[in-house]
């Protein structure tokens, strides 16, 4: 079982080390760019995502204060990780996670449109597809 923690002095190096596979490089920004956009944006939260000791991932998340929605921004499993459940679980606790802290009536997340593996996790989650495209990007939405 996953859970989430904080990104702090202890652990800021770990979470820059990590790393996807070569070829999903163009699907998530880095965490060296996701955590300078969340000191910038102070509104994202970024998260480590660890089993028991080790950190597999991370995931970052945030109230856009130009829709005033929420959005999962990234999810980033390490490249020696993937295809163990972690991101399945991870979005399943992040789910649980913003439902209870803030009680939205949905939540949003984007994703290139060529990282099949993303949307068939995101769908098999019960997001549906909106028919937007922000950024080149597909906008996925998830009612609670």
Request: charged fraction near 30%; hydrophobic fraction near 40%.
């Amino acid at each position: 079982m996953i859970e989430f923690r904080e990104i702090t002095r202890e652990n800021f190096d770990e979470c820059l080390f990590l790393e996807v596979a070569e070829e999903k490089e163009d699907f998530v920004a880095s965490t060296t760019f996701s955590l300078a956009e969340a000191k910038i944006f102070t509104e994202n939260t970024p998260l480590a995502i660890y089993d028991q000791d080790t950190m597999v991932g991370f995931i970052m998340y945030g109230l856009d204060p130009e829709d005033n929605e929420y959005w999962i921004s990234r999810l980033l499993i390490d490249e020696k990780f993937q295809k163990r459940g972690y991101g399945k679980q991870a979005m399943e606790q992040i789910l649980i996670l913003i439902n209870e802290t803030y009680q939205p009536q949905k939540l949003l997340l984007s994703f290139e449109p060529e990282n099949v593996v993303a949307e068939k996790l995101y769908v098999s989650l019960g997001f549906k597809h909106t028919g937007r495209m922000i950024d080149d990007e597909l906008v996925l939405e998830y009612y609670f």
